[in-house]
């Protein structure tokens, strides 16, 4: 048996809230570690920014870029398994009355 749109719906939104989940345990690592060194993170970034060349800058923003667009289509994934989904995102349409 296939999968209700609104049973649809809530595994996307659980993957969604899985995945909020992961990048704010992530940003806490990242901020953990800045502390527990003793480091400012504004102070690190400005002092890795001098201190890279053109040709890292380049890489880095490419990477960058790569990442976001990897994101935007998993985005846009998203949205297409939501709009495929149905009922759940989608009103229906009225029934006529005899």
């Given amino acids: 048996m296939s999968e209700s749109p609104e049973d649809k719906a809530m595994a996307t939104v659980r993957r ?10 992530q940003m806490e690592e990242g901020d953990e570690f800045f502390r527990a060194n003793g480091l400012d993170r504004s102070k690190v970034n400005a002092y890795c920014e001098k201190s ?11 990477l960058i870029s790569q990442d976001l667009a990897a994101i935007e289509d ?7 398994h939501m709009d495929d989904s149905g009922g759940a995102a989608k009103a229906k349409r009225p029934r006529s009355m005899v």
């Fill in 52 to 62: 890279m060349s053109a040709e890292d800058r380049r890489k880095a923003e490419e």
């Fill in 74 to 80: 998993e985005v846009q994934q998203a949205r297409l």
């Fill in 16 to 25: 969604a809230e899985q995945m909020i989940a992961e990048v704010t345990r």
